[in-house]
T-cell receptor, first 115, second 105 residues
Framework: GAVVSQHPSWVICKSGTSVKIECRSLDFQATTMFWYRQFPKQSLMLMATSNEGSKATYEQGVEKDKFLINHASLTLSTLTVTSAHPEDSSFYIC???????????FGPGTRLTVT | SQQGEEDPQALSIQEGENATMNCSYKTSINNLQWYRQNSGRGLVHLILIRSNEREKHSGRLRVTLDTSKKSSSLLITASRAADTASYFCADDMRFGAGTRLTVKP
């Protein structure tokens, strides 16, 4: 099956700093990538949808200036958490789709801890 | 926002028993997918069922879809301790709350 990687798998940063998370589709071209956030013992919450070459579409309540998403190529999307605060600590998961009604392939997730 | 609700929220059974998890959704769907997630790990795709399908099997897994009731169910037969995980349904990109399944050896 298709493989999606995320880097880093975990990161600890200090409050006020920015953190970039990469999501890569390794063996297919991802026209659409999705970013999710998951708090402990909760479900995945969709943050934004990004299509290659265009601006991301953010879900209601997600601050686009705080969570910067870039989908510059068909194999790479990045999520930058700017001016991170402890409440941003969460498990961030990306997924990628080849488009249409195709299946989503999920990355292994990135655990962010903001101290 | 969440697409739907899953029922039950938590399920504890003995190894060898069957586990049934239900999922309801609110809007019309193209397809519905079931995923498994071990604690603190990424998602594993289990089954995709399309809106024109009513039932699908994969090994010990059986998924049904009732579009008139906007509901789906996941049945795991002959459960094993290794099946312990959280199970989620998702419509394209929106996830249900999940069922936390514990299979006791």
């Amino acid at each position: 099956g298709a493989v999606v990687s995320q880097h880093p798998s975990w990161v600890i940063c200090k409050s006020g700093t920015s953190v970039k998370i990469e999501c890569r589709s390794l063996d297919f071209q991802a026209t659409t990538m999705f970013w999710y956030r998951q708090f402990p013992k909760q479900s995945l919450m969709l943050m934004a949808t990004s299509n290659e070459g265009s601006k991301a579409t953010y879900e209601q309540g997600v601050e686009k200036d705080k969570f910067l998403i870039n989908h510059a190529s068909l194999t790479l999307s990045t999520l930058t958490v700017t001016s991170a605060h402890p409440e941003d600590s969460s498990f961030y998961i990306c997924s990628a789709s080849a488009g249409g009604m195709g299946e989503q392939y999920f990355g292994p997730g990135t655990r962010l801890t903001v101290t | 926002s969440q697409q739907g609700e899953e029922d039950p929220q938590a399920l504890s059974i003995q190894e060898g028993e069957n586990a049934t998890m239900n999922c309801s959704y609110k809007t019309s769907i193209n397809n519905l997918q079931w995923y498994r997630q071990n604690s603190g790990r990424g998602l594993v795709h289990l089954i995709l069922i399309r809106s024109n399908e009513r039932e699908k099997h994969s090994g010990r897994l059986r998924v049904t879809l009732d579009t008139s009731k906007k509901s789906s169910s996941l049945l795991i037969t002959a459960s094993r301790a290794a099946d312990t995980a959280s199970y989620f349904c998702a419509d394209d990109m929106r996830f249900g709350a999940g069922t936390r399944l514990t299979v006791k050896p």
